[in-house]
């Protein structure tokens, strides 16, 4: 599969951001604006759990689906403050990110953890985009694909190459998480590419070669997220692997978030890799 048929996706993190009514409006305002256009790519957005009815009920019908920002793995049960995969699936919420940085530097989300999660979403029919990416230090310290490779892996562990076509993986640097500070487009590509390899090595190996697990890898889009604006969203979207983008800050306004679809679109439409660097 190419880069072509690969699904294209932009999704918006609201993060810890905006109350119901705010929610709505700019859920209504972004299907509203993509009413205008055809063609256009996978469009996802991720408001926090509170604003999750209203944000469902504005998209309904319209070219943008819904994603949670996080779950937890266990069915139901005495975990005060966690929100279960079926309250996800009973709300029709299509997606949910899994390891945001946020998620492991702040709330212990641990590689383990993000592998219970993603095994979760499989079950439950939910799409995981699973976050991976290095820190500052370990960038500096030319660990970069030892982290990418070991996070890749580790969330895969135990799922079956049959589950893998609905799981999306997001790199997301950490030092270029709401930073302003984007990755280079080449690195970016770079890092996507390895998410790939590292996709196809750990299936290839833990299926002794089989065949069937030889382009596992290029079957999953990779999406790249930190500090994606409209400024530099069209290099970073023209490149072979980059897949789309995983956006925070310019995804909480229609005005910011619109011409980062919109370069998606053409992504999909195969016209940026002319256009752009
Ligand atoms: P940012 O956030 O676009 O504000 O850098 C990206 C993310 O955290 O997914």
């Known amino acids: 599969m190419s880069k072509q048929t690969r699904k294209t996706i932009i999704a918006g993190n609201w993060k810890m951001n905006k109350t119901r009514k705010a929610a709505q409006e700019l859920a209504e305002a972004i299907v509203a604006a993509c009413a205008k256009h055809n063609d256009l790519p996978e469009i996802v957005v991720c408001p926090p759990f509170t604003a999750l009815p209203e944000v469902l009920a504005a998209v309904k019908?319209?070219?943008?689906?819904?994603?949670?920002?996080n779950m937890d793995y266990h069915p139901s049960g005495a975990f005060t403050g966690e929100i279960a995969p079926p309250m996800l699936t009973d709300l029709a919420v299509k997606y949910v990110i899994i390891g945001h940085s946020e998620r492991?530097?702040?709330?212990?989300?641990?590689?383990?953890?993000?592998?219970?999660?993603?095994?979760a979403a499989l079950e439950h029919k939910l799409v995981p985009i699973v976050c991976v990416g290095e820190t500052l230090d370990e960038r500096e310290s030319d660990l970069t694909d030892n982290v990418i490779c070991h996070q890749v892996a580790a969330?895969?562990?135990?799922?079956?190459?049959?589950?893998?076509?609905?799981?999306?993986?997001?790199?997301?640097?950490?030092?270029?998480?709401?930073?302003?500070?984007?990755?280079e487009a080449t690195e970016?590509?770079?890092?996507?590419?390895?998410?790939?390899?590292?996709?196809?090595?750990?299936?290839?190996?833990?299926q002794k070669g089989a065949p069937a697990a030889e382009m596992v890898g290029n079957l999953i889009p990779v999406l790249y997220g930190g500090s994606v604006k409209a400024s530099n969203v069209d290099e970073i979207l023209s490149k072979e692997d980059v897949d789309g983008a995983l956006v925070g800050g310019a995804s909480l306004t229609v005005e910011d978030f619109l011409p980062l679809i919109l370069s998606a679109q053409k992504r999909k439409q195969g016209s940026l890799s002319k256009g752009a660097v």
């Not at 019908?61 to 920002?69: F, H, N, Y």
Request: aromatic content about 10%.
């Open 155 to 183: 969330a895969l562990a135990d799922v079956a190459i049959e589950s893998v076509d609905p799981i999306v993986f997001a790199y997301e640097p950490v030092w270029a998480i709401g930073t302003g500070k984007t990755c």
């Open 104 to 119: 492991r530097q702040f709330f212990g989300e641990t590689n383990a953890s993000v592998n219970l999660k993603l095994k």
């Open 61 to 69: 019908g319209s070219a943008v689906s819904t994603g949670a920002q």
């Open 188 to 206: 970016a590509n770079r890092v996507c590419h390895l998410i790939r390899s590292t996709i196809d090595g750990y299936y290839q190996s833990s």
